[in-house]
Nanobody
Framework: QVQLVESGGGLVQAGGSLRLSCAASGRTFNSYAMGWFRQPPGKEREFVAT????????YYADSVKGRFTISRDNAKNTVYLQMNSLKPEDTAIYYCAADKTYSSSSVNYDYWGQGTQVTVSS
């Protein structure tokens, strides 16, 4: 079992930055791939970024590539999402997720956090 708790969301102006954190419980964090997903208002949940267990492999949605950076600190059982050059269309609830398989598909992830709201004003 893995429990995930996101933090770091908030209200920011367009062009600003936020860093989301996702703290994981359990001693096997470094065996899990981690992903960030988001759900904009009135839309389906969508993939944002994923990172493999070691942190050496990452993959991003085209919409955030070059602006967002996913990273992890296995010693702290934490995964991060650094979000720069934020746009109003980045407004969403952001979720972190964990799974044994490195994937961009939400159906592959077994464990989810409760989400954190990110609002970008124009």
């Amino acid at each position: 079992q893995v429990q995930l708790v996101e933090s770091g969301g908030g209200l920011v102006q367009a062009g600003g930055s936020l860093r989301l954190s996702c703290a994981a419980s359990g001693r096997t964090f470094n065996s899990y791939a981690m992903g960030w997903f988001r759900q904009p208002p009135g839309k389906e949940r969508e993939f944002v970024a994923t990172i493999n267990w070691s942190g050496r492999i990452t993959y991003y949605a085209d919409s955030v590539k070059g602006r967002f950076t996913i990273s992890r600190d296995n010693a702290k059982n934490t995964v991060y999402l650094q979000m720069n050059s934020l746009k109003p269309e980045d407004t969403a609830i952001y979720y972190c997720a964990a799974d044994k398989t490195y994937s961009s598909s939400s159906v592959n992830y077994d464990y989810w956090g409760q989400g954190t709201q990110v609002t970008v004003s124009s």
